[in-house]
């Protein structure tokens, strides 16, 4: 691509890789002096020049030149990254019809039922926490939101396989790192908003405002499809740019759902639009997958599919992995994962946990928390556990530079009614845990889902996953109990 079609007064030069990490090796390629949250761009030129870039764009005044260097002055240097990625990668998403995600909860939810409702009828790619995707295929994104040099190549692969059509989740940080500035979004959905990522944001005020910046920039030919029901709502409304549409439970909302009827293995309620109903029956469970699935539906009715279309679809989901995943190999009791990392999330989940649970039976639940994040949010996990708990085993998770076990001290500092058991290795934690479980009961393994791997100082070790982890601790016990009789 040459430089002369997006910097104005620029030389004409063939640039063939975009560079936004001085260490990586590119040959012919442009160089953005991005400031990042630990380290400035400007400060690695040299670096960059000798690995490859023979252009650098840069917004702070330079007193070294290279000769045979091209050197572009702009006033926001991640403005122009964004505006030339996208070109770079061909504009794709305005040739595609790009739903996006953003809310504490229910992101990768939506978006992948988006996708695989979507590709009833065509292509849909999906970008986000388990990974991105085309038809079947899934590969590692590493970041739910990834960088925005990543995430136009990721999205240019995905067009390259013939979707027009993509979901995407969109995170706050990402957001307010502005990875998807240049991503043309048609629909954006909002799901809620509640405590989380404050290590970054600081407060709940900075975290709303991250959200927003997505709905204040969508043009007004857009869609904005928003969860009536959160106490943000609201105010999201007032500051949003484009065309709102609503979903929700309990207020007035232009997708509604009523008589909710949840079941250990699905749910059913009535969608209700204008003066229109028709009767859902989803094999996704519990109350936050009603919000959900009123969001996907929302989104689609609004770009033009009936529920004539969508609804023999409803009841054949694909599980989404690790959310509210029930893993069942014969045992007699049942086996919960769940991606549930956040207070709202616990309570979502135990909310359903106790529909399925007998009075009389026990609930045992299996979590830690992540190293090297939101501190005041471990006493509060630990505290909804013990609520909703009569078993509680503390185990490691993404420790990052932490001691596993003083996180799960910090969160035992919430856990005042039972007493809590703490097995630092996670496997064995599960396998404690569902030994642990009699007829009827119900074992909650919490935090990582489908995840397979532990961030651990700077990098990552390999894990099966909770999932996984699951199956194979229940197959062997279950294969245990035959070979005794």
């Known amino acids: 691509m040459n430089i002369s079609s997006i910097f104005e007064n620029a030389p004409s030069l063939e640039i063939k890789n975009i560079m936004t990490d001085s260490r990586v090796k590119l040959k012919d390629a442009i160089f953005f002096c991005v400031a990042g949250l630990v380290n400035d761009g400007h400060d690695f030129i040299d670096q960059a020049i000798e690995n490859g870039a023979i252009c650098i764009v840069h917004s702070r005044d330079l007193t070294d030149y290279r000769q045979g260097v091209t050197y572009i002055q702009v006033e926001d240097t991640l403005g122009a990254l964004n505006i030339f990625t996208a070109a770079f990668y061909g504009d794709v998403t305005k040739k595609m019809k790009v739903y996006g995600v953003t809310g504490t909860n229910g992101k990768t939810t939506i978006a992948w039922v988006i996708r695989y409702l979507v590709s009833r009828f065509r292509k849909c790619g999906y970008i986000g926490t388990i990974g991105y995707m085309w038809d079947e295929n899934i590969k590692d994104s590493f970041l739910t939101t990834p960088e925005v040099n990543v995430i136009h190549k990721m999205i240019k692969q995905i067009y390259n396989h013939h979707a027009r059509a993509i979901a995407i989740e969109a995170s706050s940080q990402g957001i307010d790192m502005r990875r998807v500035e240049a991503v043309d979004f048609d629909y ?27 709905f204040r920039n969508m043009p007004a030919d857009k869609t904005a499809v928003i969860n009536v029901d959160d106490e943000y709502a609201e105010r999201l409304i007032s500051e949003t740019s484009c065309r709102v549409v609503t979903y929700g439970i309990d207020k007035p909302a232009d997708y509604r759902a009523e008589d909710i009827r949840e079941f250990a293995d ?8 204008g003066e229109q109903s028709w009767p859902v029956n989803t094999n996704l469970v519990a109350r936050f997958n009603v919000y959900n699935l009123l969001g996907v539906l929302a989104t689609l009715m609004e770009d033009g599919y009936t529920m004539e279309k969508l609804s023999p679809y409803l009841a054949t989901i694909p599980q989404v992995l ?27 989940i135990y909310d359903y946990v106790h529909k ?8 045992i639940s299996v979590f830690g928390a992540h190293g090297a994040r939101d501190h005041a949010k471990r ?16 185990c490691s998770e993404d420790n990052h530079w ?10 035992g500092e919430g856990i ?13 934690a599960i396998r404690q845990g569902i030994e642990l479980a009699n007829s009827g009961d119900t074992v909650c393994v919490l935090g990582k889902a489908d995840e397979q791997y532990f961030k651990i100082g700077d990098g990552k070790v390999d894990w099966m ?7 194979e601790i229940l197959k062997n016990m279950l294969e245990g109990d035959k070979n005794e009789n």
């Not at 990522?197 to 997505?214: I, P």
């Not at 690790?322 to 979502?348: C, L, S, W």
């Not at 996953?465 to 199956?471: E, K, L, S, V, Y």
């Open 356 to 363: 399925i649970t007998p009075e009389d039976k026990r609930i």
């Open 379 to 394: 006493p509060m996990i630990g505290k909804i556990a013990d609520e909703n708990s009569d078993v509680i085993i503390l």
């Open 188 to 214: 954006a959905i909002f799901t809620n908003l509640t405590h989380d990522h404050l290590d970054y944001h600081l407060t709940m005020e900075n975290y709303y405002q991250a959200k927003a910046k997505m």
């Open 402 to 411: 932490e001691d596993p076990a003083e996180i799960c001290r910090q969160i």
């Open 266 to 273: 699905h749910t059913e309620f009535t969608l209700i639009h």
């Open 322 to 348: 690790g959310r509210a995943e029930r893993i069942d190999e014969g045992q007699n009791f049942n086996v919960i994962v769940d991606y549930a990392h956040t207070p709202d999330g616990y309570e979502k």
């Open 465 to 471: 996953g909770d999932d996984a982890a699951c199956r």
């Open 416 to 428: 005042t009614k039972h007493s809590y058991v703490y097995i630092e290795d996670r496997y064995d």
